[in-house]
């Protein structure tokens, strides 16, 4: 099984910066062949969308929405993700998710709310 934790949440101003972390863990062996680690968000009353994916690889696809204002990033420990938002908009306000793919499975984090207030 994997674990997977998201951190950095928060009530910030429009214009502002936060950084979101996630961590995974669990079975080193599942660990070390995730294959995709990315960032969701569901707002109030919308569909769970698509933030941005980073794969193994270290290739990387971002909603057009935040495509100039938010960075994803894995760590140098490869069971980490982050998510860089800067210039946030009172549209970006969401809780955001952590996904991670193994093969066939997906793991998710419980989610971090992120609050930008105009």
């Known amino acids: 099984q994997v674990q997977v934790q998201e951190s950095g949440g928060g009530l910030v101003q429009a214009g502002g910066s936060l950084r979101l972390s996630c961590a995974a863990s669990?079975?080193?062996?599942?660990?070390?062949?995730?294959?995709?680690m990315g960032w969701y968000r569901q707002a109030p009353g919308k569909q769970r969308e698509l933030v941005a994916v980073?794969?193994?690889?270290?290739?990387?696809n971002y909603a057009d929405s935040v495509k100039g204002r938010f960075t994803i990033s894995r760590g140098s420990a490869k069971n980490t993700v982050y998510l860089q938002m800067n210039s946030l908009k009172p549209e970006d306000t969401a809780i955001y998710y952590c996904?991670?793919?193994?093969?066939?499975?997906?793991?998710w984090g419980q989610g971090t709310q992120v609050t930008v207030s105009s």
């Open positions: 669990g079975s080193i062996f599942k660990i070390l062949s995730i294959n995709v």
């Open positions: 996904k991670i793919v193994r093969g066939p499975d997906d793991y």
């Open positions: 980073i794969t193994s690889g270290g290739s990387t």
